[in-house]
């Protein structure tokens, strides 16, 4: 089952412009995670917020969530080539960590 | 060891046959997880263990796939009769919390398993 579901699925921006991929869930949450993957292989944690955080930062990134509308978004700032990468939300539910599908980001040069 | 490790990094089997996947999970992590990832899509939950609770097996997709934890640390993954659609990156996590979510997962670098 599919718990979060990120949008859009692909994006492309120039580099030095903002990223922003939002992620819907479908039930109650502890956190909310974000996670960076390169080349299709293992997932890199970027960053928890918890339910009755609504704002988190961390360097170029700043995550939102909206707990009313089971919504998140992450914001990447000042995009940079290595940011290329797929993007995926991740939930705890139901003794499991379900992810959803991802953005594809892609930076231009 | 310092992270997650996988192995092999890659299999390439021949259909029908069974493969065994192996996960060595950072020392003193309770939780492991099993996803596997087919070209382009997300990730696809199979199984969880947390500490010597039984499994969560609900996202095996046939009973050609079962997992094992032995001692609470290595698990073993095992594909049996291995079909064309078997063939994705099996990636292995693992986590020190015993709530699913509530603490970063650290991930393995995967299997890729083509089955041909």
């Known amino acids: 089952s599919q718990q979060g579901e990120e949008d859009p699925q692909a994006l492309s921006i120039q580099e030095g412009e903002n990223a922003t991929m939002n992620c819907s869930y479908k039930t109650s949450i502890n956190n909310l995670q974000w996670y960076r993957q390169n080349s299709g292989r293992g997932l890199v944690h970027l960053i928890l917020?918890?339910?009755?955080?609504r704002e988190k930062h961390s360097g170029r990134l700043r995550v939102t969530l909206d707990t009313s509308k089971k919504s998140s978004s992450l914001l990447i700032t000042a995009s940079r080539a290595a940011d290329t990468a797929s993007y995926f939300c991740a939930t705890g539910l139901d003794d499991k960590i379900i992810f959803g599908k991802g953005t594809r980001l892609h930076i231009l040069p | 060891g310092a992270g997650v490790s996988q192995s092999p990094s890659n299999k390439v089997t021949e259909k029908g046959k069974d493969v065994e996947l192996r996960c060595d999970p950072i020392s003193g992590h309770t939780a492991l997880y099993w996803y596997r990832q087919s070209l382009g899509q997300g990730l696809e939950f199979l199984i969880y263990f947390q500490g010597n609770s039984a499994p969560d097996k609900s996202g095996l997709p046939s009973d050609r796939f079962s997992a094992e934890r032995t001692g609470g640390s290595v698990s073993t993954l095992t594909i049996q009769r291995t079909q064309q659609e078997d063939s994705a990156v099996y990636l292995c996590?693992?986590?020190?919390?015993?709530?699913?979510?509530?603490?970063?997962?650290?991930f393995g670098q995967g299997t890729r398993l083509t089955v041909v």
């Open positions: 996590a693992s986590s020190s919390s015993r709530t699913p979510g509530n603490t970063e997962a650290f």
């Open positions: 917020i918890r339910s009755n955080e």
